[in-house]
């Protein structure tokens, strides 16, 4: 059971928009820690999405968005593209476990 | 151009030792501290714990204290994850990644260290 809630999966059509939710609690995402996401090609090692309130690292699209409410964050992709199929997962900073929390991970599907 | 370079794959049985490393290049290793992930077969993203290099402060995660010892040797620029007593849960993927803060992103991540252990 992760710290964070995901939904396992979402889809969409090429071009679509879709979002992923990440939702916490008033020890991690509630108290103001940042939410960071981070993408999961198959058979590679995660790479950093969105750092913050949506800080993206060089070469990252801008297709890509975060945003957080209360105890919640969210992901967007826009202009959805076969290459955006991949898991994605939310992480933060829980202050009761002193460290990381990630969520479970959303596996995005391109139809 | 920052790189974390992780030690190969090993195969090992239950109960035996094992340490992995990661080993930090174009940057100064001893300012940006390390945390170890793990990735079970199929499974998502858990943190393991995490080490300073400059003064060795190290933190783990309550679901891995006492399991694992995580270390670095700041004169080579390697962290490393050891394990005294493996058992067949612990197969998995293992990432190492480097942070600015204790609660920040992972800017950078190593390719991963696959351990197997089976009898």
């Known amino acids: 059971q992760s710290v964070l809630t995901q939904p396992p999966s979402v889809s969409g059509a090429p071009g679509q928009r879709v979002t992923i939710s990440c939702t916490g609690s008033?020890?991690?995402?509630?108290?103001?820690?940042?939410v960071n996401w981070y993408q999961q090609l198959p058979g590679t090692a995660p790479k950093l999405l969105i750092s913050?309130?949506?800080s993206r690292p060089s070469g990252v699209p801008d297709r890509f968005s975060g945003s957080k409410s209360g105890t919640s964050a969210s992901l967007a992709i826009t202009g959805l593209q076969a290459e955006d199929e991949a898991d994605y997962y939310c992480?933060?900073?829980?202050?009761?476990?002193?460290?990381?929390?990630f969520g479970g991970g959303t596996k995005l599907t391109v139809l | 151009e920052v790189q974390l370079v992780q030690s190969g794959a090993e195969v090992k049985k239950p109960g035996e030792s094992l340490k992995i490393s990661c080993k930090g290049s174009?940057?100064?290793?001893?300012?940006?501290?390390i945390a170890w992930v793990r990735q079970m077969p199929g499974k998502g993203l858990e943190w393991m714990g995490i080490?300073?290099?400059?003064?060795?402060?190290?933190r783990y995660s309550p679901s891995f204290q006492g399991q694992v010892t995580i270390s670095a040797d700041k004169s080579i620029s390697t962290a490393y994850l050891q394990w005294l007593d493996l058992k067949a849960s612990d197969t998995a993927m293992y990432y190492c990644?480097?942070?600015?803060?204790?609660?920040?992103?992972?800017?950078?991540w190593g390719q991963g260290t696959l351990v197997t252990v089976s009898s």
């Open positions: 990644a480097r942070q600015v803060m204790v609660a920040g992103p992972a800017e950078f």
């Open positions: 174009g940057y100064s290793f001893i300012t940006y501290w």
């Open positions: 008033s020890s991690n995402i509630g108290a103001r820690y940042d």
């Open positions: 992480q933060s900073y829980d202050s009761s476990l002193s460290g990381w929390v």
């Open positions: 913050g309130i949506g």
């Open positions: 080490i300073y290099p400059g003064d060795s402060d190290t």
